[in-house]
């Protein structure tokens, strides 16, 4: 998955976790979307990583967190690490194949209301 992060290449992965939830990723240059589908409204949603920053919304809300990379680490890596995509792409990878995706996949949609939470983890403790 970090190959597929770091050399631009193109996949869609489809999977189930333990709890249910289905979700359908899209990996294209650097950028990630993963749409969530549980078994509850509170399980289902979406979440874009892209240009440092996190999208995430269920229905019409939203947020927004930039994001800020690890010291020696690589942007597109470190960005994932916030919200654990990555690892989670890394458990289910061999549910992933090589896709032609379209880039209007990573724009948030216009339709939600993001609210940017990006001062709220200058509050969070880093952990060592």
């Not at 960005?79 to 995509?85: C, K």
Request: hydrophobic fraction near 35%.
């Amino acid at each position: 998955i970090k190959d597929a992060l770091s050399k631009s290449l193109s996949l869609k992965c489809e999977f189930s976790d333990e709890g249910g939830r289905k979700t359908t990723a899209y990996l294209k240059a650097g950028a990630v979307r993963a749409d969530t589908v549980g078994t509850t409204a509170e399980e289902t949603g979406s979440v874009i990583v892209k240009d440092k920053k996190m999208y995430f919304w269920n229905g019409k809300e939203g947020m927004m967190i930039e994001l800020k990379d690890e010291e020696g680490s690589d942007g597109a890596a470190s960005e994932l690490q916030g919200g654990n995509v990555l690892q989670d792409l890394e458990k289910y990878k061999n549910s992933c194949a090589a896709a032609v995706v379209a880039d209007s996949l990573f724009v948030p949609p216009t339709d939600v209301k993001f609210s940017d939470f990006s001062q709220l983890q200058n509050l969070i403790p880093k952990s060592e």
